[in-house]
T-cell receptor, first 106, second 113 residues
């Protein structure tokens, strides 16, 4: 069975500090991984997907198959990054992690 | 906003009553999904439909039912058999031509009184 774990429910950093949101997965095949974000009073939306190898809003995520991880990173956090972040695994059917609430303090 | 709409935004129901949550999309997507979002538990899949007139149970289907008679619509019924129905419900559809990105509706908050 596929599983996604986000070990931190809450994460608080100061503006300008680096931030890393952890995501570990369990999957027997070749994984398809995503990060979704939910800003306050907005819809859940895709932030980035591992297959695109892109940087969105300064965030990057690298798939590490050896460690079965897909951590989300940003070198300099901004206040507008404060949101709930979900890691998700799958293709036609997604499995979501529990989510990490990121707060960036001024 | 457009794409996926859910109604109503807030819904109250008395214990023992069935209630139906609406989800409509105009994105021409074949696949649609219902999730339940609870604090600390992330999103859990209730039901999904890959195509019209077909649907499958997700991880927590007990106490719920769905139908998919039209491509645009995927209503969810929360029955009286659902033991803990108070939650935030999210509907989504999937774009296979965008590397399986799922697009989400604004959600319906159901409260059982």
């Amino acid at each position: 069975a596929q599983r996604v774990t986000q070990p931190e429910k809450l994460l608080s950093v100061f503006k300008g500090a680096p931030v890393e949101l952890k995501c570990n997965y369990s999957y027997s095949g070749s994984p398809e991984l995503f990060w979704y974000v939910q800003y306050s009073r907005q819809r859940l939306q895709l932030l980035l997907r591992h297959i695109s190898r892109e940087s969105i809003k300064g965030f990057t995520a690298d798939l590490n198959k050896g460690e079965t991880s897909f951590h989300l990173k940003k070198p300099f956090a901004q206040e507008e990054d404060s949101a709930m972040y979900y890691c998700a695994l799958g293709g036609s059917r997604l499995t979501f992690g529990e989510g990490t609430q990121l707060t960036v303090n001024p | 906003d457009g794409g996926i709409t859910q109604s109503p935004k807030y819904l109250f129901r008395k214990e023992g009553q069935n209630v139906t949550l609406s989800c409509e999309q105009n994105l021409n997507h074949d696949a649609m999904y219902w999730y339940r979002q609870d604090p600390g538990q992330g999103l859990r899949l209730i039901y999904y439909s890959q195509i019209v007139n077909d649907f499958q149970k997700g991880d927590i289907a007990e106490g719920y039912s769905v139908s998919r008679e039209k491509k645009e619509s995927f209503p969810l019924t929360v029955t009286s058999a659902q033991k803990n129905p108070t939650a935030f419900y999210l509907c989504a559809s999937r774009a296979p031509d965008l590397n399986n990105e799922q697009f989400f509706g604004p959600g319906t908050r159901l409260t059982v009184l």
